[in-house]
């Protein structure tokens, strides 16, 4: 069982995510139940009740739900593609695995600066807030971290934007080298991760709504989005 008593949940992603967002409300509400059970899991983030895979049959119990329309739901989550499968066809959640290991990850790093990638306290030099380091930005030849900026100097940086916050489809389109970027992703990735981020102040400094948003897209897309745009790129958490 998991030894950690609560779980980070981000609102605006599980209302933004396109998969879940295919799902009817029922298989959503599935697939909440199943990351509880997950959460309390060996690995993290796969489905399994006493080190093994529940059947069907025993899901059903546990949750309270008939076999049948357990079964429809399953094969609506798989078809939207909300879920993965290991080889030995146990259900997992990528976004779980991901956070366990960043988690494991953050333990490593201790007080070594945090995520080089991200302005603005993605991994703060104190111990408040969550971190949100990731295993694959490992780059470190970028400014580190500072919370040096007051709420007073931040909000006077953020009065400097020469671009409005995105909206959720064109306005990468308006400028030459985002929308080229842009190009090479697919709809999905576009809207999931960058439709709601916005350039500031300088077309090399992307701004994204949340630490959670940062550290993924540092980590999914930081080397790409470097030899797109250059060295000096990075990445801040504003408005």
């Not at 739900?65 to 399953?74: T, V």
């Not at 600066?113 to 104190?126: H, L, T, Y």
């Not at 709504?209 to 790409?224: D, K, L, N, V």
Request: charged share 25%.
């Amino acid at each position: 069982m998991s030894k950690r008593p609560w779980l980070k949940w981000y609102p605006s992603d599980w209302r933004s995510e396109p998969s879940l967002r295919m799902c009817s409300r029922a298989a959503r509400s599935l697939w909440v139940d199943l990351i509880g059970l997950m959460h309390d899991a060996e690995p993290y983030g796969h489905l399994l009740v006493n080190g093994k895979a529940p059947t069907t049959k025993q899901l059903a119990a546990i949750l309270g739900d008939s076999e049948r329309e357990l079964k429809n739901l399953l094969v609506e989550l798989e078809s939207a593609g909300v879920f993965s499968k290991t080889e030995a066809g146990v259900i997992t959640s990528r976004r779980m695995i991901r956070d366990e290991e960043k988690a494991q990850q953050d333990a490593k790093n201790g007080k070594r600066g945090g995520n080089p990638w991200v302005k603005g306290g993605v991994n703060p030099s104190d111990n408040g807030g969550d971190k949100a380091q990731t295993p694959d930005a490992r780059r470190h030849d970028l400014k580190p971290n500072t919370r040096a900026l007051s709420r007073g100097r931040r909000a006077a940086a953020q009065t400097q934007a020469v671009a409005q916050p995105a909206t959720p489809t064109d306005w990468a389109d308006e400028i030459p080298q985002w929308s080229d970027f842009k190009s090479k992703l697919s709809v999905s990735e576009w809207q999931a991760w960058f439709s709601t981020t916005h350039p500031n102040g300088s077309i090399t400094t992307l701004v994204v709504p949340s630490e959670f948003a940062a550290g993924q897209i540092a980590g999914r897309y930081g080397s790409r989005l470097q030899a797109h745009f250059g060295e000096a790129f990075t990445i801040k958490v504003g408005s």
